[in-house]
């Protein structure tokens, strides 16, 4: 005989529930011990009840055969199996094969890829900040329309809202590089310039970098989060329907506002640094409070605080600018809103200490 | 009702919902039978969904019981409590579906969960439950990339995951055009027949309501006004039920009846 015998594999009753998973299991055993090419048949003389799940048992069999090119055939089926596979649609389902996975593209490809959608972000990035400047400080003096009502309501937000916990922060800090910066200088005989040094460091450095950070953290990503449900919800259509061009409307005021609070935070922070200095060479290095108060204001240059207060206002635009612009592009459903709340954070974070680091250099080389 | 004897599929006594003082549900007796379609209808605010809330067990009554196939869901233990809801499947009236994963993933996430399927087996009943609702070619699609009518019938396809014996639908033809509108009732009509499941269906969609509905309900202001088969309630002569019936816009029945979806004790929004 040329045509090899006829796999025979009977099924059990029910072919429903774990039955299905057994059945499975016993038609997948017999086509791995089934000579190629061998035909199979699938007895469903002793079945009286199927659910989805058998079907499913039974569409995977048939699904292999045809992919190893074997005839099956499928005996004694119950008027029920043909009913449930009417209603589920099998032969449709067997018809189609699931898709191929897409191979990914090569490397190369993607890193040049990669390099595209970083350009086209920075110009992004640059022509919101240029529009910014302009709504906000360009236009209002032209007569333009100002929302002002939500001008100050950011203002409050972003600002009045953040007092406590920069005052906090920088506090703390001032006092523990108060510490750090006495064990240094200790064996030096110089813990005096403690005030001299927390001062600067504070006022050029740290005040400003702190107080950007956690108006990123507070403020970047309220402004994606509230802008990207926004969009989820249509309201960002709605404004555009209105004429009311949502870029203006929903980032001008928040832009303006933080190049206001971001600076007034870092004074704040300023201070609270200093004074967080002073608690610790008062108390512990028994620097006398007016010699403390001395030896900061004939340290501090006004270039010194004013350093540090221009860099907090570039600070305030690159923080605007990737919260809103994280809300506006936003696409997709409510589960992107969290994700442009995290990524607005991580970008902006990311992109103040790299300002940062750049105006240093800049600063340090040049002036 | 239980002619034969059997406890109907689903049942409540005398069942209540109090938001605040204000009855929702007042005094609710509804009795549905195993297989059948029974429809809940009533206008805006009637109480309908705190209804199907209640008969699903996410909401608790003020009073009064809710049973299944006459067991009291109120005393079931958290086994029992998950076997049934395993053997239930809610239809939700904008689907639903976990906005993270894929189609074909909201699908076979309670095939996971619940069952010890082989994988193939899973992968092959869930393109047969989205095969079912027309929606195969859909599969790795996000929810977010679906249009109203494919998210409720993927929702569908979610729902009877698991071969429920017994299927809520919360509004199934609310938002789609007529024609999508017609092809929903034939699909509810097809899983009666080949499913056998009881159905309940609540809509305030009178020509699904009268293509659909073994029995039905008509709810106004939380009381149950009108119940039978569609003959049996189109020849009510209350008021109420024939205004809603007859689609007369009652200027009284605005606010005062209105169910509070916000801001109410329970969770429900």
């Not at chain 1, 005030?195 to 108006?215: H, K, M, N, S, Y």
Request: proline share 7%; charged share 20%.
């Amino acid at each position: 005989m040329n045509t090899p015998t006829e796999i025979l594999v009977p099924l059990a009753d029910p072919l429903a529930g774990p039955g299905a998973a057994a059945a499975a299991r016993a038609l997948g055993e017999a086509l791995r011990g089934a000579p190629p090419g061998a035909p199979l048949a699938i007895d469903l003389g002793a079945v009286l009840r199927v659910d989805t799940f058998g079907l499913a048992a039974l569409g995977e069999a048939v699904r292999r055969c045809r992919r190893e090119g074997r005839p099956v055939r499928v005996l004694r089926a119950p008027a029920g199996a043909g009913r449930l596979a009417a209603f589920l649609r099998l032969d449709r389902v067997l018809a189609t094969e699931p898709p191929p996975a897409a191979p990914p593209p090569p490397l190369l490809e993607r890193a040049g890829e990669a390099v595209l959608a970083f350009r086209d972000y920075m110009v992004t990035l640059l022509s919101m900040t240029a529009e910014g400047y302009r709504h906000a400080f360009v236009d209002p003096l032209r007569g333009g329309a100002v929302r002002a009502e939500q001008f100050v309501r950011q203002l409050a937000e972003t600002g009045m809202g953040a007092v406590p916990i920069v005052v906090l922060i920088n506090f703390m800090i001032g006092l523990i590089l108060a510490f750090q910066m006495a064990y240094a200088l200790r064996d030096y005989g110089a813990t005096l310039y403690v005030a001299r040094f927390v001062g600067i460091t504070v006022t050029r450095e740290i005040g400003p970098l702190i107080a950007a950070i956690l108006v990123a953290g507070r403020s970047g990503s309220a402004m994606a989060a509230e802008i990207g449900t926004m969009v989820v919800t249509e309201e960002v259509d709605a404004l555009e329907m209105m004429a009311l061009r949502p870029r203006r409307f929903l980032f001008s005021p928040r832009f303006a506002a933080l190049a206001v609070t971001v600076p007034a935070l870092c004074i704040f922070a300023d201070l609270a640094g200093i004074l967080g200095g002073a608690f610790v060479g008062v108390l512990s290095y028994g620097i006398p409070a007016p010699t403390y108060y001395s030896e900061t204001v004939n340290a501090l240059r006004v270039t010194d605080i004013g350093s540090g207060l221009v860099k907090s206002f570039f600070f305030a635009n690159i923080v605007a600018v990737i919260g809103c612009l994280h809300g506006i592009r936003l696409r997709g459903g409510p589960d992107a809103v969290g994700r442009a709340a995290t990524t607005a954070v991580v970008e902006s974070i990311i992109g103040v200490i790299l300002f940062d680091a750049l105006y240093t250099v800049l600063v340090y080389f040049v002036f | 009702m239980a002619e034969d004897g059997t406890p109907p599929a689903l049942e409540t006594r005398g069942l209540t919902v109090r938001f605040g003082g204000r009855a929702v549900l007042d005094r609710i007796d509804i009795r549905i039978r195993r297989g059948e379609t029974y429809v809940v209808m009533g206008p805006s605010g009637c109480g309908k969904t705190t209804l199907l809330k209640c008969l699903v067990r996410l909401l608790p009554p003020t009073e009064g019981s809710v049973l299944v196939d006459g067991r009291d869901v109120a005393g079931l233990g958290p086994e029992e409590s998950d076997d049934l809801r395993r053997a239930t499947g809610m239809v939700f009236q904008n689907g639903a579906l976990l906005n993270s994963i894929s189609l074909r993933e909201n699908v076979a996430l309670p095939m996971r969960a619940h069952l010890d399927m082989p994988p193939g087996v899973v992968e092959e009943a869930v393109r047969m439950k989205l095969a079912q609702v027309g929606l195969l070619e859909a599969a790795d699609r996000m929810p977010a990339e679906l249009s109203g009518g494919m998210r409720k019938r993927a929702g569908i396809a979610r729902a009877l995951a698991l071969d429920p014996r017994l299927v809520f639908f919360d509004e199934p033809t609310s938002g789609l055009d007529p024609v999508t509108s017609d092809g929903m009732d034939n699909l509810v009509l097809e899983l009666k027949a080949a499913l056998g499941a009881t159905m309940v269906v609540v809509t305030h969609d009178l020509p699904s309501a009268r293509k659909i509905a073994d029995r039905l309900v008509v709810l106004s202001r939380g009381r149950a006004l009108a119940e039978g088969t569609w003959d049996e309630v189109q020849a009510t002569t209350d008021p109420e039920v024939r205004g809603f019936l007859d689609r007369h816009a009652e200027p009284p029945v605005i606010g005062e009846g209105a169910t509070p979806l916000v801001g109410a004790p329970g969770g429900m929004a």
